[in-house]
């Protein structure tokens, strides 16, 4: 188990699971809750076990199938009802009944909301916290309370508010996690209402939500001020805004702080981690996420670039490698000789000064009649190549292709695609069937291809995007087109760009299939 000095507690399964949109099976919980006790942290709120069914089942199913190396599971919920014992509240015996070794109660610490929302005295609530708190810790669980609206209700009436946390201490409550339940404070103010909490000789805890965008910075704050215990979500999932990211606490307080809160090689593995529960939960990753996002280590500028290349650090707060990640140059038209030269290193290429001119060059040109190459790394590639090898090579010759797209008496839209290529000395012509231009046109190249290229059996495009750049010509426009493509191994992107979207996406598709039978280990020819 990890260190109980300073506990780090995730709430993605209950609190994160609140994200609009966000929708988890049982399976999916328990798939989320193995990521996070690979990275190490100290407890994993599972959910409600009583108030929702399928919260009830992730505690049934976890006692056989979560074999949680570092982690404790908390279950959540709420302190008995006004009026009834603790031990005779179904909801509370649903807590003793979970199985979790933890038990995390939230209660109201905001005078009005007692008095509004619960519609109870301020004493019923204090006995509330006191009745429940003492009960479970006397079922042999171990009990930590959120106290809800707490910088709200300390603002309000700060003398009730810390009486809140000096029952639940009273009564045997380990940690009193202090909530910033609208996500409303800032830094400075919140640090001094934590030290007016520590000061009752609890152990004192943080939640912070992200509505001023300063969860991370209101619990980095907290700690500061005497906090040994963060709550937070992975990749920031939750209600409204969202809660503080827990990646980026844990990040922050390892390599800033020096704290000792998850082993090096757990750290190491946070940006694999971090897309991994992104592929669970369904939910687009955010690629400007601190340390873990795609573009956390991404330079573009070519004076970034310059200083990049004689020292890492000049433009990077700490290495990549820490947190699993890379640094990745982008090279666009904003891109100098530096961004180039690193560009061409990181792809195993050491180009000449002429070398590295012409591809500026050419970048720039390109760039100027609405490509783009950071967003697609294998054009990129091949542009490179072409320029290294002195002339255009492929793995086939196109002599042309067409598209017909015909609508039936019946309502049925059918794309038919015909393609006219040259490979190892043979002229081929093949036809296919699609759903739509670019699909047919995918199959028709395969077709013709796969028998002198196995290897495209396994190619897959994965996604496909237009843009409408701005038009030129009147009422002419530009049309930019990235696909996706992926094999066994990885996923690479391509663009393509013309008046005419079947020209564009015809480009984007040739370079996809040239550059996965480069992955294949097939080098070109001709």
Known sequence: MADD???????TLRDGAQQEGLNLTVADKLAVARQLDSLGVGFIEGGWPGANPKDTEFFRRARTELDLRNAQLAAFGATRRAGVKAADDPLVAALRESGAPVVTLVAKSHDRHVELALRTTLQENLAMIRDTVSHLRAEGQRVFLDAEHFFDGYTSNPAY?????????????????????????????????????????????????DDTGCAVANTLAAVKAGATHVQGCANGYGERSGNANLFTVVANLQLKRGFDLVP??????????????????NVTPNSHAPYVGTSAFAHKAGLHASAIKVDPNLYQHIDPALVGNDMRMLVSDMAGRASVELK????????????????????????????????????????????????????????????????????????????????????????????????????????????????LAKLELVDYKVRILEGTHGTGAVT???????????EWATVGVAENIIDASWQALEQAVTYGLLRAGRETSS
């Open 5 to 11: 000095r300073f506990h780090v507690y995730d709430t």
């Open 161 to 209: 508010a810390l009486e809140v946390v000096r029952t639940a201490a009273e009564a045997g409550a380990d940690v009193i996690a202090l909530c910033d339940t609208n996500g409303g404070m800032l830094p400075d103010e919140l640090a001094e209402i934590v030290h007016a909490a520590v000061q009752t000789s609890a152990r004192v805890g943080i939640h912070c939500h």
């Open 264 to 281: 090096p090689e757990s750290l190491a593995d946070m940006t694999r981690i971090a897309h991994a529960v992104t592929e669970v939960t």
């Open 344 to 455: 061409g290193r990181e792809l195993g290429y050491e180009l000449t000064p002429g070398h590295t001119k012409t591809l500026v060059d050419r970048v720039k040109d390109l760039e100027a009649k609405g490509f783009t190459f950071e967003a697609a790394d294998a054009s990129f590639e091949l542009l490179l190549r072409d320029t290294v090898q002195g002339e255009r090579r492929r793995h086939f010759q196109v002599e042309s292709w067409r598209v017909i797209v015909e609508r039936t008496k019946g309502g049925e839209l059918v794309s038919e695609a015909t393609v006219k290529v040259h490979a190892k000395g043979e002229r081929i012509v093949a036809t296919g069937e699609g759903n739509g231009p670019v699909n047919a046109l995918d199959r028709a190249v395969r077709q013709a291809l796969e028998k002198l290229y196995p290897e």
């Open 480 to 490: 930019r087109v990235l696909i996706t493509s992926s094999d066994d191994s990885g």
